[in-house]
């Protein structure tokens, strides 16, 4: 469980959904104000172990402003802040979110951070019958100037497939006709720690089902279910 603790609420941001008023935003990505949807996290034996919840805090033009609280042992773990942009053709997270809170600890700090933006296709069907499966990588580096030298910490999304449709139930027993997502994490924090995971995302709704595996693809780590949502 301590893999989902690390990495989900990096790259969660990837996986709720409604269809934007202008027709221009992705289906997998709430635009409208005060919407939320929260996910429980699951231990290998199916114990819950916490939950994740986004909400659209405000909606300016093509940007959307999200904020993510991660809770657990009835505290508050993580929470952060992000943006989601949309384009012609999909939408685009800024890398810096990837890194969800531990930008925070480093405000003091001299901080440069690159890398190339989380992007997510409008229509999946669409996209994976004109270029194919595979989506393009996402990654993020940062270095840090401390007394004692420089830190680099990075990650990268890679290997991001979509594997197919299947159906799944829904928290109040709806049925949703899912797209399955799977990619690679390879995060650097002096040590290289990978994982490989698989999102169900539902137009109209998000992200319905996640599973999280180590590095391997068959030993699975922890799992995440939509349990909550309020669209507006």
């Not at 992705?26 to 996910?39: A, C, F, I, Q």
């Not at 296709?121 to 393009?136: F, H, I, M, W």
Request: hydrophobic share 35%; proline share 3%; net charge negative.
């Amino acid at each position: 469980m301590k893999s989902i603790t690390a990495f989900l609420f990096i790259i969660l941001p990837l996986t709720v959904n409604l269809t934007y008023a202008q027709g221009k935003c992705s289906k997998y990505y709430p635009m409208t104000e005060g919407s939320h949807v929260t996910l429980t996290m699951y231990d290998t034996d199916s114990i819950a172990q916490g939950k994740m919840t986004y909400k659209v805090d405000k909606v300016v033009g093509d940007i959307g402003e999200y904020s993510f609280t991660m809770e657990g042992r009835g505290m508050v773990l993580n929470n952060s802040k992000y943006n989601i942009t949309c384009t012609d053709n999909g939408v685009e997270i800024d890398f810096k979110s990837m890194a969800g809170g531990m930008l925070a600890r480093y405000s003091d700090m001299e901080a440069d951070i690159q890398g190339s933006n989380i992007y997510l296709p409008n229509d999946l069907a669409e996209y994976l019958a004109t270029s194919g499966p595979v989506l393009p990588e996402s990654s993020m580096e940062l270095a840090v100037t401390t007394p004692a030298g420089t830190q680099r910490i990075s990650m990268k999304m890679t290997n991001r497939i979509i594997e197919g449709t299947e159906t799944l139930s829904g928290p109040n027993g709806e049925e949703f006709e899912c797209h399955i997502v799977s990619y690679d994490m390879i995060m650097n924090m002096g040590a290289t720690m990978a994982s490989h995971t698989k999102q169900w995302l539902a137009e109209g709704v998000g992200v319905v089902k996640i599973l999280d595996y180590a590095e391997d693809k068959t030993t699975l780590r922890g799992s995440m279910l939509l349990t909550d949502y309020n669209l507006n």
